[in-house]
């Protein structure tokens, strides 16, 4: 899964080494489909799984096509008016996304009989795939999951073999694979391709799964650095950043390092007072309120004006060696590593690592 801009990470800068190792790739928006497809050099599938659809717009059906965009249909009412729109155009490949148990989108299982007879009813719909998206996959009581997965598998047998047999069958993300890497081989094991998501960026989907032999062999990708724009030297008593949440304790002025990076760019506000960064190789905390376009970090005179601040990732120099994972932001911020590395902002250069 390469959506929200690969997570955050950058399509443009990492498409093609994903698609030299991925038979399909999938995004959420006709936008990203757009994108993808005009950085790509090969003809590799690439799904449209969510997002809104716009049937009705001719210019919306002609782009997909354009972009040669495989869309997820949700809903036999959505299969009617597509087949609608593409009748007598051409063959339109389609994936169908099946509901059982996430509740969102999904053709459910009382939707079948009506399903079936819509697909044999013209040639102009090919459906080269069908999916479910596990609801709990990343907890580890794998009760609901496997009573999905059983659905699945009984809503695949219902739809007639001449119309999916070569078609992709998939159900099995990130949490479903790290479960499987721990033995339990039923998780999305009836299934033809796998389809990991935030697993291919280092973070395993909760912090439980993370924290298992499965999770450790992850190593997360991206890395967030910024420079030290300013040292300056505050004395006993003043504070530093708005609201004046931090002072200066004691009878000694201490030295305070400001990082070119702030909320705007997705360094999340929760961190101040409470996060820390790299610099050098040791951690050095965040204090005061992290502001729109900067962060003040609490240092000492070894850090100079220049010198690289590492927000997340490793980093080893004369200090040390340390490194600051996203679970560790996710945590301190109540939420996950997904929402940690899509919440980087534009303003943020994104660099391909050799």
């Given amino acids: 899964m390469v959506k929200a801009n690969a997570y955050g990470h950058g399509l443009e800068e990492l498409i093609e080494t994903f698609a030299e190792h991925s038979d399909e790739l999938g995004v959420a928006t006709l936008e990203e489909g757009v994108r993808i497809r005009s950085y790509l050099t090969t003809g590799i599938p690439v799904y449209l799984v969510s997002g809104e659809k716009d049937w009705g717009n001719r210019e919306y059906l002609d782009a997909v096509?354009?972009?040669?965009l495989v869309p997820a249909v949700s809903s036999v009412d959505e299969l009617r008016l597509l087949l609608d729109r593409v009748g007598g155009t051409g063959t339109f490949p389609v994936e169908l996304k099946l509901d059982t148990g996430m509740g969102r989108l999904g053709i459910q299982e009382r939707e079948l009989e009506d399903l079936v007879p819509i697909l044999r009813s013209s040639d102009d719909l090919r459906v080269v795939g069908v999916m479910t998206h596990f609801a709990s996959s990343d907890e580890q009581d794998l009760d609901s999951t496997r009573g999905q997965e059983k659905r699945f598998r009984r809503m695949v047998s219902q739809l007639p073999d001449d119309l999916v047999r070569t078609a992709a069958?998939?159900?099995?993300?990130?949490?479903?694979?790290?479960?499987?890497g721990q033995g339990q081989g039923d998780i999305g094991g009836g299934t033809h391709?796998?389809?990991?998501?935030?697993?291919?960026?280092?973070?395993?989907?909760?912090?439980?799964?993370?924290?298992?032999p499965a999770g450790d062999l992850l190593t997360q990708v991206g890395q967030w650095t910024t420079r030290v724009i300013e040292v300056r030297t505050v004395a006993p008593g003043d504070a530093v950043g708005y609201g004046g949440t931090w002072k200066v304790e004691g009878d000694r002025p201490v030295q305070v390092a400001v990082l070119a990076v702030g909320y705007a760019d997705g360094f999340r506000r929760s961190l101040g007072n409470r996060g820390r960064v790299l610099i050098r190789g040791g951690a050095f905390p965040v204090i005061g309120r992290v502001s729109m376009d900067l962060v003040s970090v609490l240092t000492d005179d070894r850090i100079r004006v220049g010198d690289e601040a590492v927000l997340l990732g490793a980093q080893e120099g004369e200090l040390g060696r340390d490194a600051i994972p996203a679970w560790e932001w996710a945590e301190l911020d109540g939420?996950?590593?997904?929402?940690?590395?899509?919440?980087?902002?534009?303003?943020?250069v994104r660099v391909l690592a050799q």
């Fill in 169 to 180: 069958i998939h159900s099995c993300n990130s949490g479903a694979l790290l479960h499987r």
């Fill in 335 to 348: 939420t996950i590593p997904y929402e940690i590395w899509t919440s980087i902002g534009p303003r943020v």
């Fill in 193 to 212: 391709v796998v389809r990991p998501g935030v697993m291919l960026y280092g973070a395993g989907p909760s912090r439980n799964l993370h924290d298992t």
């Fill in 65 to 68: 096509r354009e972009a040669q």
